[in-house]
Structures are given as structure tokens and as C-alpha cells.
């Protein structure tokens, strides 16, 4: 089967969005910052989800989505903790109702009530009710709430700890995922998300982390960000820095997904990475949205490029598949639960 792990709630019902806004709008006010939610039906939800991420799954041919809310409108950066939380929480729920309506092709992934300056142990709560209650496999953790200030400490610091500590616990992985950026010098899906992705890994091969925490594990999304095309440049700086080789220091925790949208960049990954630490991924509908007008295909069809790697079959499977069974067991779990 195809499992694509990086997927988002893009086009969820346009309520959803106009209680975000009520929200807001009544934080700058000083009114209640968690106004009823409005009355969004099953079948409004069937069809954003049918109309979008379901058809394009079917056309390109996936089975099943590890999908989450939007990333670029969890906005830590908006209004304080408190508001954070609650927005957090009905984005989870509504994640746990797409989950509940196509249970063979969706499974949850939860974004996380932070906020700049509030300590990452207050997510822990919201973590523990969507695996534990929801049934979701992983989260989205955002190392920099603050939305392109880079406030927070970097990931290896034990300020993170607690947040780890049960991550461990309850066996799921983080994926290192950003929001949309407020500061203008970062647009959010070119600049904030992949300097993102390779500021995580260089944090992660500056510090210890995995020493502390040697089942931890963390999906670094958009193909790695800026690492696999600069591989030399970080195997180098471990060296440099007496850090273990990276395969040792930090690739048994650390894996990339394939949201690159061009052939000659997978094949790229590809080469550079070794096999066991890609998941596929398309980070559709979200990013990229357009056709390539070379090829004629949609920039963010990403598993033309895989079929296209002249690599052995069951190489492909690890990529498809067998990756993410590991590195999600809970994933792995539900599916063996469905006959899968
Ligand atoms: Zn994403």
C-alpha cells in the first residue's frame, strides 16, 4: 500500500475558518476566546474531503493520508496561550471527525496548543488526549512558535524535555513542522518552512539529544529542507564540531519525507539519503499547487518521481510504506486492527 504522511486540512469547512476569525477578533477585544463552535454537518465535511484530498489521492493512486490541521493557520504567534489552546483543540477534533468518516483512508496527527514563551509541558495534555482518546499517531511540533523570531530554545535543549519524555511514552513521532511566518524577511512555505527543516537537523547534529532519547523520533518534512542537497557541508561540520558520524548521531531517529517537487531533487534524496530514512510524503492539498509546466503534471504529485527511480522494488516498498509502519506504530497498529 502507498501511505502519504504529510497531509493537511486544507480545505476544511469554511466555518471552521469563521470561528477562527470570531476568536481573534474577540482576543483583541477582550471578549471570550472560545465562542461556540458553529454546527459544521458530516456531510460538509465529506465533501471538501471528497472534492479535494480523496479524488487526488485516488487519481494519483495512495491509500491512506496521515493527515493533520493546516499548518500554516495553527499560528502560535496569534494571541496568547489560552488561545492557542483552545483553536488547537477544535482543529484536533475536527481532524479526529475526517479521521472517523473515512477510517481506511485517513489517520490523525495533532497540532499542539504552543505558544511563544509558554513552557512545551502545557502540550502535553493535548498530546495525550488526541493518541490516547482521538486515536492519532504523531504531531506536528513547531521549534519555532514565536512565527519567524526564533524565540524558543533550540530543540535540544532541555527545555523540550518534558515534551519528549512523552513522546516517548506514548511511542509516536514528532514531525518538525513550522507555521505561517510574521516576519516578512521569511515567506512561509519558500523560506520559514525549509529553513526550518534544516535549522532542526543542524540542532539536532550540534546537541546530544539522541543520546538522552534514542527512540525518539522526528520526521523533518519537505525532503530535508536544504540537508540532502548539502550533505558534504553537514557530514563535514560533525566532523569538524567531534560529533559522531551522522548515521550514527542522528539518522536513527531522524527521517525525510519526499515533498520535493521536481524529479532531479528526489533523485537527489535519494542518492544522499539512505533508503530506510525516507517516507513518502506530498504535502497535498497545501504547498504547491500548480502544474509543472514542463512535465504537465501538478508540482506536488510526488509519486511520479518515485516510480520514475530506477531503484529496486522493495526499496520503494520501504519508501511507500514499510518506513512509516515503523517509524508510526500506532499507524502500524490500526492498519494490522483493519486486515492491513
Ligand atoms: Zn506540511
Same mark, same amino acid.
Request: charged share 25%; with cysteine; glycine share 8%.
Given at each position: 500500500?502507498?501511505?502519504?504522511?504529510?497531509? /493537511?486540512?486544507?480545505?476544511?469547512?469554511?466555518?471552521?475558518?469563521?470561528?477562527?476569525? !470570531?476568536?481573534?477578533?474577540?482576543?483583541?477585544?477582550?471578549?471570550?476566546?472560545?465562542?461556540?463552535?458553529?454546527?459544521?454537518?458530516?456531510?460538509?465535511?465529506?465533501?471538501?474531503?471528497?472534492? &479535494?484530498?480523496?479524488?487526488?489521492?485516488?487519481?494519483? =493512486?495512495?491509500?491512506?493520508?496521515?493527515?493533520?490541521?493546516?499548518?500554516?493557520?495553527?499560528?502560535?504567534?496569534?494571541?496568547?496561550?489560552?488561545?492557542?489552546?483552545?483553536?488547537?483543540?477544535? +482543529? &484536533?477534533?475536527?481532524?479526529?471527525?475526517?479521521?472517523?468518516?473515512?477510517?481506511?483512508?485517513?489517520?490523525?496527527?495533532?497540532?499542539?496548543?504552543?505558544?511563544?514563551? !509558554?513552557?512545551?509541558? %502545557?502540550?502535553?495534555?493535548?498530546?495525550?488526549?488526541?493518541?490516547?482518546?482521538?486515536?492519532?499517531?504523531?504531531? %506536528?511540533?513547531?521549534?519555532?512558535?514565536?512565527?519567524? @523570531?526564533?524565540?524558543?530554545?533550540?530543540?535540544?535543549?532541555? !527545555?523540550?524535555?518534558?515534551?519528549?519524555?512523552?513522546?516517548?511514552?506514548?511511542?509516536?513521532?514528532?514531525?518538525?513542522?513550522?507555521?505561517?511566518? +510574521?516576519?516578512?524577511? $521569511?515567506?512561509?512555505?519558500?523560506?520559514?518552512?525549509? %529553513?526550518?527543516?534544516?535549522?532542526?537537523?543542524?540542532?539536532?547534529?550540534? =546537541?546530544?539529544?539522541?543520546?538522552?532519547?534514542?527512540?525518539?523520533?522526528?520526521?523533518?518534512?519537505?525532503?530535508?529542507?536544504?540537508?540532502? #542537497? @548539502?550533505?558534504?557541508?553537514?557530514?563535514?561540520?560533525?566532523?569538524?564540531?567531534?560529533?559522531?558520524?551522522?548515521?550514527?548521531? *542522528?539518522?536513527? %531517529?531522524? $527521517?525525510?519525507?519526499? +515533498?520535493?517537487? /521536481?524529479?532531479?531533487?528526489?533523485?537527489?534524496?535519494?542518492?544522499?539519503?539512505?533508503?530506510? &530514512?525516507?517516507? $513518502?510524503?506530498?504535502?497535498? *492539498?497545501?504547498?504547491?499547487?500548480?502544474?509543472?509546466?514542463?512535465?504537465? &503534471?501538478?508540482?506536488?504529485?510526488?509519486?511520479? #518521481?518515485?516510480?520514475?527511480?530506477?531503484?529496486?522494488?522493495?526499496?520503494?516498498?520501504?519508501?511507500?510504506?514499510?518506513?512509516?509502519?515503523?517509524?508510526?506504530?500506532?499507524?502500524?497498529?490500526?492498519?494490522?486492527?483493519?486486515?492491513?
Amino acid at each position: 500500500m502507498i501511505i502519504d504522511c504529510h497531509g /493537511h486540512y486544507t480545505t476544511a469547512p469554511a466555518p471552521h475558518d469563521a470561528w477562527r476569525n !470570531a476568536q481573534t477578533a474577540a482576543f483583541k477585544a477582550g471578549g471570550d476566546i472560545d465562542p461556540d463552535y458553529p454546527d459544521i454537518t458530516d456531510d460538509e465535511i465529506r465533501e471538501t474531503i471528497e472534492k &479535494n484530498q480523496l479524488r487526488l489521492l485516488r487519481e494519483r =493512486g495512495a491509500d491512506l493520508t496521515i493527515f493533520s490541521p493546516r499548518a500554516s493557520t495553527m499560528a502560535h504567534h496569534i494571541g496568547n496561550e489560552a488561545v492557542s489552546q483552545a483553536w488547537t483543540r477544535r +482543529c &484536533n477534533d475536527l481532524i479526529k471527525r475526517v479521521v472517523d468518516l473515512f477510517p481506511q483512508t485517513f489517520v490523525g496527527v495533532c497540532q499542539l496548543p504552543q505558544s511563544p514563551g !509558554a513552557p512545551i509541558a %502545557n502540550s502535553i495534555a493535548e498530546l495525550e488526549r488526541c493518541v490516547k482518546d482521538l486515536g492519532f499517531i504523531g504531531c %506536528n511540533l513547531n521549534p519555532d512558535p514565536s512565527g519567524g @523570531h526564533w524565540t524558543s530554545q533550540p530543540l535540544t535543549d532541555r !527545555a523540550w524535555y518534558p515534551f519528549f519524555e512523552k513522546m516517548v511514552e506514548l511511542d509516536v513521532p514528532a514531525m518538525i513542522h513550522v507555521s505561517g511566518s +510574521c516576519n516578512p524577511n $521569511f515567506h512561509a512555505t519558500g523560506a520559514h518552512y525549509i %529553513n526550518a527543516d534544516t535549522t532542526a537537523f543542524m540542532q539536532f547534529l550540534e =546537541g546530544d539529544l539522541f543520546k538522552d532519547f534514542p527512540t525518539l523520533r522526528f520526521i523533518i518534512p519537505h525532503g530535508g529542507g536544504a540537508v540532502p #542537497y @548539502h550533505w558534504g557541508r553537514y557530514r563535514g561540520l560533525a566532523d569538524m564540531l567531534k560529533r559522531p558520524p551522522l548515521r550514527e548521531h *542522528v539518522m536513527k %531517529n531522524v $527521517f525525510f519525507d519526499t +515533498c520535493v517537487y /521536481h524529479q532531479p531533487g528526489i533523485d537527489l534524496l535519494f542518492r544522499v539519503i539512505d533508503i530506510e &530514512n525516507i517516507l $513518502f510524503g506530498s504535502e497535498m *492539498v497545501g504547498a504547491v499547487r500548480g502544474i509543472d509546466p514542463e512535465t504537465g &503534471n501538478y508540482f506536488d504529485d510526488t509519486r511520479r #518521481y518515485i516510480d520514475a527511480l530506477e531503484i529496486p522494488a522493495e526499496d520503494k516498498h520501504k519508501v511507500f510504506e514499510l518506513n512509516a509502519r515503523r517509524v508510526y506504530p500506532r499507524l502500524d497498529a490500526i492498519l494490522r486492527s483493519q486486515g492491513r
